[in-house]
């Protein structure tokens, strides 16, 4: 059965794929699942259609018979426990897989969108500067961590798993502030996943629906 995500209509990051529906596309593409798209307007994600299948009225949703999931984390997870390619087989490394998934969601994640949103929603308050340079800090702390953890190994343990497709979609949301240049091995990791194959259908396909023409592969 082919399962339906629900997307922005029209995203506010102009196509940069830093929305939450680009990291169940890109598993779905990482796995070789086909799917379709509902894109919806933010007051269509509010109404009662929408709110039936997600409480707090977001993106992204699953649908896939009678199964509705929301939380992206909770359906990369679905994904990845219902085809090969996103977990080990190894009762061990993929226990670790998924410490990485729910590390990128709930722990390098919230410092990030903590400073994102001060940036967007706060700059116009007396205490900006002060609080963004606490923000920004804590966001280094993490990088670091981060970065030593992973020094020169390609992925966070071993094989490129869903564990890293959810830290690389994370770490992208940095892009704009430019803070990973500091972060060579990083950087360098963002890269190798942004140059999977599966990752530039998924952008493809979000950048379609921004520019309105199709997918170029
Ligand atoms: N924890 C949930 C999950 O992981 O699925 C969070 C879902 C969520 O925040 N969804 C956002 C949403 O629906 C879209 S992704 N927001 C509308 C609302 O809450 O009313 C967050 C997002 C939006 C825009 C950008 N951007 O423009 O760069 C980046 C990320």
Redesign the pocket.
């Known amino acids: 059965m082919t399962p339906t995500i629900t997307a ?1 209509e029209s ?4 196509g ?1 794929g ?4 680009m990291r169940v596309r890109w598993a779905l593409e990482e796995v070789g699942q086909p799917y379709d798209v509902r894109l919806l307007s ?1 007051s269509e ?2 109404e009662s259609a929408h709110r039936n299948l997600h409480p ?5 949703t699953y649908e896939e018979g009678d199964l509705t999931l ?4 909770a ?1 990369v997870f679905h994904i990845a426990e219902r085809h090969g390619g996103l977990l080990p087989e190894d009762a061990n490394a993929r226990a670790r897989a998924i410490a990485w998934m729910f590390a990128a ?1 709930n722990t390098v994640e919230p410092p990030i969108v903590d400073r ?1 949103m001060a940036v967007l929603l706060e700059h116009d308050k007396s205490w900006h500067k002060e609080r963004l340079t606490i923000l920004e800090d804590r966001v280094h702390v993490r990088l670091g961590e981060l970065s030593g953890r992973l020094g020169d190994a390609d992925w966070l343990d071993d094989a490129f798993s869903a564990g890293d497709l959810l830290m690389v979609t994370v770490l992208r ?1 940095l892009n704009t502030w430019g803070v990973l240049e500091k972060y060579p091995n990083l950087s360098a990791y963002v890269a190798r996943g942004e140059a999977r194959p599966a990752y530039k259908r998924a952008f493809d396909a979000q950048l379609a629906v921004f520019t309105g023409k199709p997918p170029t592969s």
């Open positions: 922005f995203s506010p990051d102009r940069r830093l929305a939450r529906d933010f994600m509010k707090f009225g977001q993106i992204p929301f939380e992206s984390g359906i969601l994102s949301r």
